[in-house]
C-alpha cells in the first residue's frame, strides 16, 4: 500500500508542524492503513519518539504540531489545555447561510449508542465553545472560518451539524455523497463513457492555521503557521466560486479567494484575554511557577475586522 505523502511546514530540534493529509489517522489505524507516526517514521526518522500534542480526525486535514522531546511535549500540551495557542479552521458547509458570524456553547458528550459519535448534552456534556464567521457564500454552500476555543472530539462537526450548517460532506453528521460539478453547473457537459469525477469527496473540514512560539517558554517568538488547502480542495473552491450562485464575483471576492489559495494567514475570530474566564475543568491545576505564569494575555490575535 502506497504511503501519503505528507508535507512539512516548519522543524526545528523540538518541534515538527505538518500538513497533515486527509485519511491519515494520527493514532493507529484499525483498517491496517499507514498511520501518521509510521509515515513520519519512514521519511523523518528521529533519535525520539515522535509526541502527539494534540490531535485531528483521521478525516480532516492540515496543520498538525509533533514535539520531539518531553520538555517540547510538556509546554505546548499545556499551551493548548490552557488555550494560549489558537487554531482557526476552513469548513465547507451546506447553505445560504443569512447570519454573518456566531458562537456555538453547546456541551458534548459521546454517544453510547454508537462511541463513534458525539452528541449535544448539556446537562452532562463537557464544555465545547466554537466560534465561526462566514467568509463567502458560494450558491448552495459557503465557506467558513471556524475557530475552536476548546478542543472536543468532533466538536466542529456538531456545533455546525446541530445548528442547521452541517459541512457539506461529513458521512457520519450530515450527507455522504460526493460534491459532483454537474450538480451546480449549467448545461454541464459530461463526455462519454466516462464516469464524473467528484469534485471532492471527503470531509469539507481543513485545519488551515495555528499561532504558536516555536521557541520553548518564549512568547515573543509567536508566530501563525498555514497549511495549504489539498488539491481537491482547492479546486472544489474553484469551481463553486466560478460555477454555484451568482456567477460575477467582485474584485475583492476574486482577491480574497486568491489570498486563501495562496495560503495567506487570516484573523484570528476572538482574542485569548477573555479565554480564561472558561471553565477550567480540563485545565491544568498546578499552581507552581512554570512558562505560562509570564505569558501576555494578548499573545492571540485581536478580533478581526469583518472579513470579506
Known amino acids: 500500500m502506497k504511503k501519503p505523502s505528507i508535507s512539512i511546514l516548519y522543524e526545528n530540534q523540538d518541534l515538527l508542524i505538518l500538513n497533515k493529509p486527509a485519511g491519515v489517522s494520527v ?12 509515515i513520519l517514521n519512514s521519511i523523518r526518522p528521529s533519535p525520539e519518539p515522535w509526541r502527539l500534542v494534540h490531535r485531528l480526525d483521521k478525516d480532516t486535514s492540515g496543520v498538525l504540531l509533533l514535539a520531539k522531546n518531553k520538555p517540547a511535549q510538556s509546554f505546548y500540551t499545556a499551551g493548548f489545555s490552557r488555550r494560549h495557542f489558537p487554531k482557526l479552521y476552513l469548513a465547507l458547509v451546506q447553505g445560504p447561510i443569512p447570519q454573518s458570524s456566531g458562537c456555538f456553547q453547546d456541551p458534548l458528550l459521546r454517544s453510547r449508542q454508537n462511541p463513534r459519535k458525539m452528541f449535544i448534552q448539556p446537562s452532562k456534556g463537557k464544555e465545547a465553545v466554537t466560534y465561526w464567521e462566514k467568509l463567502m457564500d458560494l450558491g448552495p454552500f459557503a465557506l467558513l472560518a471556524v475557530q475552536p476555543l476548546t478542543g472536543r472530539t468532533h466538536q466542529i462537526r456538531v456545533h455546525l451539524a446541530h445548528h442547521g450548517i452541517p459541512l457539506a460532506l461529513d458521512p457520519l453528521y450530515a450527507s455522504p455523497h460526493p460534491l459532483m460539478l ?3 453547473k449549467k448545461e454541464y457537459r459530461r463526455k462519454k463513457e466516462t ?3 467528484p469534485l471532492i469527496s471527503r470531509l469539507t473540514l481543513h485545519a488551515y492555521q495555528i499561532q504558536i512560539p516555536p521557541v520553548l517558554g518564549d512568547p515573543q517568538t509567536v508566530q501563525t503557521f498555514v ?8 479546486a472544489a473552491l474553484k469551481m463553486l466560486f466560478k460555477h454555484a450562485g451568482h456567477t460575477e464575483k467582485s474584485p475583492e471576492e476574486n482577491g480574497f479567494l486568491q ?8 484573523p484570528f475570530l476572538t482574542s485569548g484575554a477573555n479565554l480564561m474566564t472558561l471553565s477550567q475543568r480540563d485545565t491544568d491545576t498546578d499552581k507552581s511557577a512554570g512558562p505560562f505564569d509570564r505569558w501576555p494575555d494578548n499573545n492571540i490575535a485581536s478580533p478581526p475586522e469583518a472579513l470579506p
Open 182 to 184: 454537474s450538480d451546480y
Open 259 to 266: 489570498a486563501l489559495l495562496a495560503a495567506e494567514p487570516l
Open 195 to 197: 464516469p464524473e469525477s
Open 27 to 38: 493514532t493507529k489505524d484499525r483498517a491496517g492503513a499507514p498511520w501518521l507516526l509510521e
Open 227 to 234: 497549511a495549504p488547502l489539498d488539491k481537491k480542495f482547492s
